[in-house]
């Protein structure tokens, strides 16, 4: 069974370090600007070496004005093996249900045996 790493919580754009087969729990810190947003999602495009890995797709809900607001996502693992000890660069957006995209960032999970 892999350790639990702490919480990764993303402000901006940045890099993580973890270890292979480390389980981790993505979380974001945002604020709403302006009336209601219904429906809010994080989608994310993982990649390596600029090939699509993975994506995945989170529901964070509905937000009315103000904040600062924490959404924290499931429990994820790390890849784990040699050869899976690269960078991989998590291409995100946030939108909501008409499919307005409110914020895109990119973070980069950098997998290192010794970190």
């Known amino acids: 069974m892999s350790e639990f790493n702490e919480d990764l919580v ?3 754009t ?4 973890t270890a292979p087969g480390k389980f981790f729990t993505l979380s974001i810190q945002f604020k709403i600007e302006n ?3 219904s429906g809010l999602t994080l989608k994310r495009r993982v990649e390596l070496k600029g090939m699509a890995v993975g994506r995945r797709t989170d529901a964070i809900g509905s937000h009315v ?3 600062p607001y924490t959404a924290s996502f499931g429990e994820e693992e790390a890849p784990s093996g040699a050869l899976a000890r690269e ?5 995100a957006k946030i939108q909501d249900d008409d499919g307005n995209v409110h914020s895109e960032f990119d973070f980069v999970l950098d997998v290192k045996e010794e970190w």
């Not at 940045?14 to 370090?17: A, G, H, V, Y």
């Not at 960078?87 to 291409?91: A, E, L, M, P, V």
């Open 10 to 12: 993303l402000q901006g």
């Open 14 to 17: 940045e890099t993580e370090e």
């Open 35 to 37: 009336d209601l947003i």
């Open 65 to 67: 004005a103000g904040g």
């Open 87 to 91: 960078r991989y660069i998590h291409k």
